[in-house]
């Protein structure tokens, strides 16, 4: 892997905030990586130093081996999980939302 993607996939984790959470692909898409599964094999390699707990798959669950630990993580942050989930409209990284598309103008109709 391209060491300068290897690097811009940690800085990305790295400015999660705390009390935050982005999902895998928020991650892939912000640090331009081809995939988000390539941001888990970073985070699985060389991500013990980041805060790799707020990196969440895209319906708010943790991967089952890692589950139990990462939401005790979120939890010491303000993140409050419901049934093994995070709620990623509350707790979504705003700088991983899209902007919303603008409200159409009135027109004729």
């Known amino acids: 892997?391209?060491?300068?993607?290897?690097?811009?996939?940690?800085?990305?984790?790295?400015?999660?905030?705390?009390?935050?959470?982005?999902?895998?692909?928020?991650v892939a898409k912000l640090s331009r990586a081809p995939s988000a599964r390539l941001v888990g094999q970073v985070l699985n390699q060389d991500g013990r130093d980041l805060p790799w707990h707020r990196v969440?798959?895209?319906?708010?669950?943790?991967?089952?081996?890692?589950?139990?630990?990462?939401?005790?993580?979120?939890?010491e942050e303000g993140v409050v999980p419901v049934g093994g989930k995070v709620d990623m409209r509350s707790y979504r990284w705003e700088d991983a939302v899209d902007e919303p598309a603008p409200e159409p103008q009135g027109g004729l109709w």
Do not use: F, N, W
């Open 1 to 26: 892997m391209d060491e300068e993607l290897h690097e811009l996939i940690r800085e990305t984790v790295r400015a999660i905030p705390e009390g935050r959470v982005a999902s895998y692909g928020d």
């Open 56 to 75: 969440l798959k895209a319906d708010g669950t943790c991967a089952p081996h890692i589950a139990e630990e990462q939401l005790q993580l979120l939890r």
